[in-house]
Nanobody, 120 residues
Framework: QVQLVESGGGLVQAGGSLRLSCEASGSIVSINQLAWYRQAPGKQRELVAVSTSGSRTNYLDSLKGRFTISRDNAKNTVYLQMNSLKPDDTAVYTC??????????????WGQGTLVTVSS
């Protein structure tokens, strides 16, 4: 079984920063891709940033320059550094991982989500 546990969400004023963390644990052989999604109230979930196993990254266009995704493969952890936060960034941020398990299965795993609230 593979689990993702996020941390780092909370309340921050506009213009501030937060760093989210997501640690994968369990029967993991390798992690191919790690990503952050977010869902704001009343809106559809959107992909925020992706980090591939080859260390390539991709971002939602509107967030480029403010958000940075990084990963520590030794810790099976992905981070999302969020700077210059705006009230529109308020959302539940959820971690997603594409992993290969010990059993040789390809799994897509989701975290429970962490709430980020940006006050004006």
């Amino acid at each position: 079984q593979v689990q993702l546990v996020e941390s780092g969400g909370g309340l921050v004023q506009a213009g501030g920063s937060l760093r989210l963390s997501c640690e994968a644990s369990g029967s993991i052989v390798s992690i191919n891709q790690l990503a952050w999604y977010r869902q704001a109230p009343g809106k559809q979930r959107e992909l925020v940033a992706v980090s591939t196993s080859g260390s390539r990254t991709n971002y939602l266009d509107s967030l480029k320059g403010r958000f940075t995704i990084s990963r520590d493969n030794a810790k099976n952890t992905v981070y999302l550094q969020m700077n210059s936060l705006k009230p529109d960034d308020t959302a539940v941020y959820t971690c997603n991982a594409a992993v290969v398990s010990v059993a040789g299965r390809y799994l897509e795993v989701w975290g429970q989500g962490t709430l980020v609230t940006v006050s004006s």
